[in-house]
């Protein structure tokens, strides 16, 4: 079953998502990124690039051909194929329970601290529980 891990209280997600993706990668695990939309999924795309002068993010989006060989892909869709290589972890930025998250060995959702977001994320939290997933919590800025 999928381990659920809530990040909440994020100030900017895309930017948490980025130390969050580093980190994994470090640890050699290939990662699926769920953005919210088009707009959210290429804000995402250009911090990766951004995000340190000394690290690097290999990725791609999900549809690219080289999308099996990348660690990280990037999408905004339910129904995009993942490749069978990527079933580590999945990081959510949307305000949705991803259709394929029980592909994946865990999964982090990213919630930040607008109200919103807080909401959907409470809500998912709520069914997750209710369907018997573990789930850990974490609040962003608490030690």
Not at 55 to 62: A, E, S
């Amino acid at each position: 079953m999928t381990r659920i891990d809530f990040h909440t209280n994020v100030p900017d997600k895309v930017a948490y998502a980025c130390r969050l993706v580093r980190k994994a990668w470090a640890a050699n695990n290939r990662v699926v990124l769920m953005a919210e939309d088009s707009a959210q999924l290429a804000e995402l795309n250009a911090a990766m690039w951004d995000f340190s002068a000394t690290d690097y993010l290999p990725h791609v989006l999900v549809t690219d051909e080289l999308a099996a060989q990348t660690p990280i892909l990037l999408t905004d869709s339910d129904e995009a194929e993942l490749p069978h290589t990527h079933k580590e972890l999945l990081v959510n930025l949307s305000r949705r329970a991803p259709s394929q998250m029980t592909q994946f060995a865990r999964m982090i959702e990213v919630i930040s601290s607008q109200e919103d977001d807080a909401a959907a994320g409470r809500k998912r939290y709520v069914a997750y529980k209710q369907q018997d997933y573990p789930l850990t919590h974490f609040v962003a800025g608490k030690s």
